[in-house]
């Protein structure tokens, strides 16, 4: 049972009800967390003038070496025109490799140079930290839990596309 603020409340058929206050409380906990997750990053990548689509590419180029831009902007969801400003600066600057494709020539394969997987390190061994410190801390049942309540949030098509990519298919 609850004591009214922020604990879940069971009904006799051990379903799941929460207030309207609770659900607010929750988006706003998910609201701050996001902004302590993204912080370390964000410092490194404003040093560089990057921002959070540049890191997103990084990592999601790091995930699937030799991913398309095709593949790319499904997994992102943005639009061609910002990925290819974000690509831009990214094989500017030495930090990611587009290849022709050698089947389709139309095609671009992306791969993280040495400083490009050396940033993406970098940003990940900050979130790593923090993720584990707080799985640390929330314990076992609490972290199964959370993965269950996010891919529950995700649209179907993002729920297969994070399954494919979380099993090594994409």
């Known amino acids: 049972m609850s004591d009214g603020r922020s604990t879940p409340v069971y009904g006799s058929e051990g379903l799941l009800f929460l207030t309207d206050e609770q659900l607010r409380q929750g988006i706003e906990a998910m609201f ?22 540049h890191h997103r590419a990084i990592h999601f180029i790091n995930r699937a070496p030799g ?24 094989i500017t600057d030495g930090l990611v490799e587009s290849r022709v494709g050698k089947i389709d020539k139309r095609e671009r394969h992306l791969y993280l140079t040495e400083d490009g997987r050396s940033l993406e ?32 949030m995700m649209d179907a098509d993002m729920r297969r596309a994070y399954s494919k990519l979380r099993d090594g298919t994409s």
């Open 32 to 53: 701050f967390a996001y902004r302590g997750f993204t912080a370390d990053p964000d410092r490194i990548l404003a040093e560089m003038a990057y921002g959070r689509a």
């Open 67 to 90: 991913t398309t831009v095709n593949n790319l902007l499904a997994i992102l969801g943005v639009t061609k025109q910002s990925l290819n400003r974000v690509l831009r600066t990214l």
């Open 121 to 152: 390190a970098t940003l990940s061994d900050a979130q790593r930290k923090r993720m584990r410190a707080a799985y640390k801390e929330a314990g076992p049942e609490a972290v199964a839990g959370f993965k269950l309540v996010l891919e529950a």
